[in-house]
């Protein structure tokens, strides 16, 4: 069995910071893409960030130059860092990560159970 794990999430005022980190676990044979979701309340779940086993990152218009997608391919880890937060990024995120769990089996996508942000004064 694969499990994907968010930690990481509160409630912060504007402007402030926050680190989001996702974990992969289990029987697992290779990482691919790895990312990170949100969903608002009424809306539909939108990419953030996501980033490939090499290093190369993707990010939604929305938080380029305040959100940071890394991952450590050693540990099975994807963080995310959110700086000068805004109330439209409160949502519920998601790490997302395609995995394969075995050689000759094709890589599937695993969520996480989702971790909320909450950015209010």
């Known amino acids: 069995q694969v499990q994907v794990a968010e930690s990481g999430g509160g409630l912060v005022q504007p402007g402030g910071s926050l680190r989001l980190s996702c974990e992969a676990s289990?029987?697992?044979?290779?990482?691919?893409?790895m990312g990170w979701y949100r969903q608002a309340p009424g809306k539909q779940r939108e990419l953030v960030a996501s980033?490939?086993?090499?290093?190369?990152?993707n990010y939604a218009d929305s938080v380029k130059d305040r959100f940071t997608i890394s991952r450590d391919n050693a540990k099975n880890t994807v963080d995310l860092q959110m700086n000068s937060l805004k109330p439209e990024d409160t949502a519920v995120y998601y790490c997302n990560a395609e995995i394969q769990y075995t050689l000759g089996y094709p890589a599937q996508f695993y969520w996480g159970q989702g971790t909320q942000v909450t950015v209010s004064s």
């Open positions: 980033i490939t086993s090499g290093g190369s990152t």
């Open positions: 289990g029987r697992i044979f290779s990482i691919y893409a």
